[in-house]
């Protein structure tokens, strides 16, 4: 059986679906050519852009946590740990009054 790139599945899906979802790519680094987004980190501004109404949000967020090893590193330098991808994510979806029970959310890290 032929694999299809997950990429290509998630936007025949969007595209099927242009009411109920919208695909946001944010790099903070650069993104690979075939992939549009936005360049760099991810912000309140951004979220408020992509996100019209929060209370009917249901956000898929997948990326780097903060791990125990960063921990131990940050407690051991006397400071907390640098937030990562997804703290930042669930702290700008937070200011912007996105409900916590609408995000699903994947780390690693």
């Not at 009411?19 to 992939?35: I, N």
């Not at 702290?91 to 912007?96: E, R, S, T, Y």
């Amino acid at each position: 059986m032929e694999r299809r790139d997950p990429r290509l599945q998630l936007a025949d899906f969007a595209a099927r679906r242009t009411q109920q979802l919208e695909v946001v790519h944010s790099f903070t680094r650069d993104s690979p050519a075939r992939l549009r987004g936005n360049a760099g980190p991810l912000t309140q501004d951004l979220l408020r852009e992509a996100i019209s109404v929060p209370d009917a949000m249901l956000v898929f967020c997948c990326g780097p946590g903060i791990a125990k090893h960063d921990r131990d590193a940050a407690k051991a330098k006397g400071v907390s740990p640098a937030p990562r991808f997804l703290k930042s994510v669930l702290d700008g979806l937070k200011a912007i009054g996105g409900p916590n029970d609408r995000v699903i959310r994947e780390s690693y890290g």
